[in-house]
């Protein structure tokens, strides 16, 4: 994966309007991700207060 080669920050994000969690690749499985999709977390604001 170029962004690990490069050092780069990779923070997998489900959107708003995926129906259900994907299946990660390896490289991603093991990141931290945030599910911004509505009801995943008690407050509405919480998931993109995570992702920053």
Same mark, same amino acid.
């Given at each position: ?5 490069? %050092?780069?920050? @990779? ?6 309007? *995926? ?11 093991? %990141?931290?991700? @945030?599910?911004? %999709? *509505? ?6 604001? *919480?998931?993109?207060? %995570?992702?920053?």
């Amino acid at each position: 994966m170029l962004a690990v080669k490069d %050092r780069r920050p @990779v923070i997998p994000v489900i959107l708003h309007g *995926a129906t259900s969690v994907p299946e990660w690749p390896l490289s991603l499985g093991n %990141r931290t991700w @945030v599910d911004l %999709r *509505a009801g995943a977390y008690p407050q509405e604001d *919480a998931g993109l207060a %995570r992702l920053i």
